[in-house]
Structure formats: structure tokens, C-alpha cells
């Protein structure tokens, strides 16, 4: 669980701000202080800290439309062919010329023992593909296939994104897709483990595209009933007024940044943290 307080919007002052250099101000080039800071705070319904969706998870959109996805991916993701089975079924092993073919292809995004069939961005482009066309035909009012063209029409506008989601040194699907760090630890590749991971990769790449698709007004930063609107000028006087440290008794300057407890139940001023004294001590012992 983390803080359910999320910045939703800052209102800053229409000055530019000026700081101090050996008595004397100067005027900043391009910062200005907030003068209004409004938070979203999240109600929690969920038990999480993110029942809002703030950023959206499978957990906050449609879960059919979510199975529809992952039974898309189960098609294709270890799928093979075996030719000899092919022609058994369509009656060709009656000819007097036919000579069987019993080898195996792979036709899916992964063999079976959980590797890429494809590359890395070959496998994603399949993949989102094919979860936009589940999405795009849910959200489809009228009959015709006007879903498949703006499904390829999401694809084209973040092609970019995609690949780059893809592939890349931060945060990519690359380590999921090529099991790096499972084959580091000799990770057994079990149905179970395909099962899971499949689930994963659907959740995550639906997720991502109703990101892409949620309208501005929808997002939680618009939940005006959620909002906490936190006045800097307001908190500094009630602060100046009211607030006293807790070690010295004495009042905090109106610019003042207080220092606090883990707990948030005390506070402070810096000269009297006690938690630096024992570096500052050792340090002069040293010397």
C-alpha cells in the first residue's frame, strides 16, 4: 500500500520567483513557486490505492473483453503444423503419390519450450494487434468490420510507442518475452507457467492501449469530489501561527521547511534533528 495522494494540478504564482545570493535577490529565469496545489486522494474502494485507475490496470476495465484477449493468445502463442495431420483430415494421404510429412512447424509467437518464435518486436506488434481488434470490436455499436480498420489505425498512430515498449534499456516487454532472467535461474517452463504468463501479457497490453484510448475528462485528475486543495501562502501563516518544534519549543520562519517524524506526528527544525548529531560526532572524533 502506498500514499492514496497523487498531485492532480498545480497553480503557480504569475511571478517569477527570486532567491537569495549573499543578501541579495535574484530573479529566477524560468521557475515560479506553486501558489495552489490541488491532490486527488484516492478512496481505496478496492483496497488499493488506486481504485480510481489513475493508471489504469486490468483490474479497473472489462474482464470479458479481457478473456476474449487471452483466449487470442492461447491460439497463437505456441501454435503448430504438422502437414501429414493436414492432408489425413482433407483426404490427400489417398493419392498414389503422397508421401507424408510428419515434421512439426512452429506457427506461433513462441516454441514450445517458451521462446520466441519471432523477434522481440515482431512478437509485440502481434500481440497488440490482436488485443486492439478484441478492444476496438467490443466498442463496436453497429454490424461491419469498421473495427478492424481503426484497430490498424491504433496500431500506425503509436507504431512508435510500440516498438519502443518493445525494446528498450528501462522498461520493455523484452525481458517477459525472451524469459531472460527465468532462464538465468533454470526456471522450469511448466503449463502453469504458459498459463501465467499468457494472463500477464494480455492484462498488461490491454491495460496499455485503454491508456491510449481513455478520454481526458475520464482520467481521475477530473474527480472533483476526491480533491484536497492544499493553499501554500494559507499553510505557511497557519504554520508560523500555530506550529511550534517539538525539541526546542520555538516557531518555524514563515519559508521554513520543518523537518518530521516517520509517523508525521512531530515535527521540527533542521538544527535540531537528532539523527545527525552521531555522524556529526564520529566525524569530529575522526578529525
Not at 19 to 42: A, L, Q
Not at 252 to 278: L, M, R
Request: glycine content about 4%; hydrophobic content about 30%.
Amino acid at each position: 500500500m502506498h500514499d492514496p495522494m497523487t498531485v492532480a494540478f498545480y497553480i503557480k504564482y504569475p511571478w517569477k520567483s527570486r532567491y537569495k545570493i549573499k543578501d541579495v535577490y535574484v530573479k529566477d529565469s524560468g521557475y515560479r513557486d506553486n501558489f495552489i496545489t490541488i491532490w486527488h486522494i484516492d478512496p481505496e474502494k478496492d483496497g488499493t490505492d488506486d481504485s480510481c485507475g489513475w493508471f489504469l490496470r486490468s483490474r479497473h476495465l472489462d474482464k470479458d473483453v479481457l478473456a476474449k484477449i487471452v483466449h487470442e493468445f492461447e491460439f497463437d502463442w505456441d501454435s503448430t503444423f504438422c502437414p501429414s495431420e493436414y492432408d489425413k483430415e482433407n483426404g490427400c494421404d489417398d493419392k498414389e503419390d503422397y508421401t507424408p510429412d510428419h515434421r512439426v512447424y512452429n506457427t506461433g509467437w513462441f516454441h514450445p519450450n517458451g521462446q520466441p518464435n519471432f523477434s522481440v518486436t515482431g512478437v509485440t506488434l502481434n500481440m497488440f494487434y490482436k488485443a486492439a481488434l478484441q478492444i476496438f470490436e467490443s466498442k463496436q455499436k453497429v454490424n461491419g468490420f469498421r473495427y478492424q480498420k481503426k484497430a490498424s489505425k491504433y496500431m500506425q498512430k503509436n507504431l512508435f510507442d510500440i516498438m519502443y515498449f518493445a525494446e528498450n534499456s528501462c522498461d520493455s516487454l523484452f525481458d517477459g518475452i525472451t524469459r531472460k532472467f527465468e532462464r538465468g535461474c533454470n526456471e522450469e517452463y511448466t503449463p502453469e507457467k504458459r498459463k501465467e504468463r499468457i494472463n500477464s501479457m494480455a492484462s498488461c497490453i490491454y491495460s496499455y492501449i485503454m491508456r491510449d484510448l481513455r478520454p481526458w475528462y475520464k482520467h481521475p485528475r477530473w474527480h472533483i469530489h476526491h480533491w484536497r486543495i492544499q493553499i501554500h501562502p494559507l499553510q505557511k501563516i497557519l504554520r508560523y501561527l500555530f506550529v511550534r518544534c517539538c525539541k526546542c519549543g520555538k516557531r518555524f520562519g514563515y519559508n521554513e521547511t520543518p523537518y518530521g517524524s516517520w509517523y508525521g506526528d512531530k515535527v521540527f527544525h533542521s538544527s535540531c534533528d537528532d539523527s545527525c548529531k552521531p555522524l556529526k560526532e564520529s566525524k569530529n572524533e575522526l578529525m
